[in-house]
């Protein structure tokens, strides 16, 4: 979805280094998320945030913090990279209940 | 239990049939059920959202909710190539601050 981007697309990075995935959206919606993918496990939540001043942890934030720069723009980051960490990785955002919408993703990979 | 399950797949079906995508639920809060379809390699995008218990028709596909057996479906009419994705199921309570994904059906529709 345009409206939603994510950058890297793509990134390969080693055991213990610090790396930060950028989200920005056009939507001008309020509330924003990060979620990982494995297979088999599903979508599951790392953080979201409902407006700039308001931060909270998802179901698997151990390891992962973010930062909500501006209503537009939600980074995560990876403090310390481990392989467990390697998965697909996207942002959503919302303006409702009931829908998200998702952006591209980005392939994490962490040797 | 999760909070969310749906059948894991993978499903494989001939072009024109009529496939049916099961998701079932614990939490009694939940209001709102959705379904989301990712292609390979793609963010996951809404196809639909229903309400509360009832039925709702788009085209080819009928979302169906039973609050009272916890347990959503997605039917798809007359399948296509093109149906072929990964299936999620969502649902979210009344305030959006617990929204959880299913895991996801695998779909093959074969020509």
């Known amino acids: 979805d345009a409206d939603v981007t994510q950058t890297p697309r793509n990134r390969i990075t080693k055991t213990g280094k610090r790396i930060m995935l950028e989200c920005s959206q056009t939507?001008?919606?309020?509330?924003m998320y990060w979620y990982r993918q494995d297979p088999g496990l599903g979508l599951q939540l790392i953080y979201y945030?409902?407006?700039?001043?308001?931060?909270n942890k998802g179901e698997i934030s151990d390891g992962y913090s973010v930062s909500r720069q501006a209503q537009a723009k939600f980074s995560l980051s990876l403090e310390s990279a481990i392989p467990n960490q390697t998965a697909l990785y996207f942002c959503a955002t919302s303006d409702s209940k009931e829908t998200q919408y998702f952006g591209p993703g980005t392939r994490l990979l962490v040797l | 239990q999760k909070e969310v399950e749906q059948d894991p797949g993978p499903l494989s079906v001939p072009e024109g049939a009529i496939v049916s995508l099961n998701c079932t639920y614990s939490?009694?809060?939940?209001?709102?059920f959705m379904w989301y379809r990712q292609y390979s390699r793609k963010g996951p995008e809404l196809l639909m959202y229903t309400y509360s218990s009832g039925n709702k028709e788009d085209g080819r596909f009928t979302a169906q909710v039973d609050k009272s057996s916890k347990y959503i479906s997605l039917f798809i009419r007359d399948s296509q190539p093109s149906d072929s994705a990964t299936y999620l199921c969502a649902m979210s309570d009344n305030y959006g601050q617990n929204f959880v994904f299913g895991p996801g059906t695998r779909l093959s529709v074969l020509p």
């Open positions: 939490n009694s809060a939940f209001q709102y």
């Open positions: 939507k001008g919606h309020d509330r």
């Open positions: 945030s409902f407006d700039v001043k308001d931060i």
